[in-house]
């Protein structure tokens, strides 16, 4: 260990123990690199993607998320389109029901980008500040 060594360490942000720069984990203690970071509750978290799929009945995925009056928003209107769409598609030559797709698709991503009230993911996380 000279002191080019030394130079390339940086101290572990919980037990200072001396790691390499760029080290993603400390070997003396639990620190890991992003510890304590505010992680953003849509972030991909497998509730946001349970939301997405339980959003093949729009409105579902949001009420999974503790958003329930959004979710039977979504579940009544997505009934009065169904039904206005499937009446206006013999009208419009099938053109407005490619409306529907789209707005499963909408709600779908509506879904996964809602912020999880229930924050379904905490015990994964752990007890928050351990
Ligand atoms: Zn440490």
Redesign the pocket.
Known sequence: MGPDTQAKTFP??????P?PLGAEE??????VKGYRHNVPVTSGDVSDWVAVGLSIVPGLGHIFKGHYWTGVGYLVASVVFVFFVGAGGMVAMGFNLLLLPLYWIWVGFHAYLTPDLEDHMRSFRGPEGA
Do not use: E, F, K, R
Request: charged residues 10%.
């Open positions: 572990c942000p919980l037990c200072n123990t790691l400390c070997t003396s203690c639990d620190w």
